[in-house]
């Protein structure tokens, strides 16, 4: 089965998105924005990453 990009670009918002919702509502305020910085971050890290190894 192929997972076309928007579909997979879509899952990919709705868990980032969700996690943080998830967090918030568990561990209150100050917890979801710190999971919203690290998913920043991280996806930062995924595309600098991916921007490299096309110029190779």
Same mark, same amino acid.
């Given at each position: &089965? ?11 918002? @709705? ?14 305020? !100050? ?11 991280? !996806? @930062? &890290?995924?595309?600098? =990453?991916? @921007? !490299? =190894?096309? =110029?190779?």
């Amino acid at each position: &089965m192929v997972i076309q990009r928007s579909t997979l670009e879509f899952l990919i918002v @709705a868990l980032v998105l969700g996690s943080v919702l998830a967090t918030t509502l568990w561990l209150g305020y !100050g917890a979801g924005v710190l999971l919203l910085i690290g998913w920043g971050v991280a !996806g @930062a &890290m995924i595309l600098k =990453r991916q @921007a !490299g =190894r096309k =110029r190779d």
